[in-house]
């Protein structure tokens, strides 16, 4: 339907229920003259009276009391949602989905979240956890979290996290029986636990990086999983070195449960940030989510 034959109509539906052409033009803010041709034409384009004029009143025509059964209520319910979207703008509600990694989500991300969530009962929030780099446009994604140095320029990025180490541990039953590793190439030697890539259904490569040099290393083992909490516990257990976030084992290398190798290859990098399109037309639970997300940061 053209845009103008809308118009027509809901200009014929203000005047049938106000039945008054002064009223009718008043509340949709246009002169008497030109709402009295607006009908006119939708007269002139059904080939159908739809209201009886008089100098006093207007009243409908059979014609007209069907047209307005059958149209009054749709347009109203257009109205309805126009008027529910409008509440969106202004409160806080609606589905944020975010894709993550599970660390981010675990540590920094879960916990704003759930902030939120119990203070504002009409947002609703879907995290989903995955190692790759997701496109968030094309999978329909509000926002993503990932390190600094893996978010796309032409993104907005927002940090949400310090500086993160990784580390490679193992448990001192594992060293009982290997020497420890000195440099990533003695990885090839080792008993690794794997990290499974859930989307591509690769392992993850272990990075290193010293001064100018950085390396990625391919390793092997026994076991694999692909969430951090299984590896940390092989690793535990005697099973093979790990590579994880510092602060996951952090308590476990002070106890002496798990020894760090490899420290001088493993510097820190930039920390989690949450990254999305645009800046335009955020709507107010994205805009919490991202406030709460900023303010943990500082911290």
Partial sequence: MRRENVN??????????????????AKLQVSQ???S???????ERLGLRLLTRTTRSVSMTDAGER????????FDEIESEISALSELRDKPAGTIRITTVEHAADTILWPATAKLLAAYPDINVEIVSDYSVTDIVAERYDAGVRLGEQVDKDMIAVRIGPDIRMTVVGAPSYFKRRAMPLNPQD???????NLRLPTHGA??????????RELKVRVQGRVAFNTIAKIQDAALKGLGLGYLPEDQVEAAIKSG???RVLADWCPPRPGYHLYYPS??????AFSLLVDSLRHRTQN
């Fill in 8 to 25: 027509d109509l809901t200009a014929f539906i203000a005047v049938a229920r106000e039945r008054s052409f002064t009223k009718a033009a």
């Fill in 33 to 35: 003259s030109a709402l």
């Fill in 37 to 43: 041709y607006t009908i006119r034409t939708l007269e």
């Fill in 67 to 74: 047209l307005l059964r059958s149209i009054g209520p749709r």
């Fill in 187 to 193: 990885l090839t030697e080792h008993s690794c636990i």
């Fill in 203 to 212: 392992f993850y490569a272990w990075e290193f990086r010293k001064g100018r």
């Fill in 257 to 259: 449960r798990l020894v």
């Fill in 279 to 284: 800046r335009r037309q955020l709507s107010p």
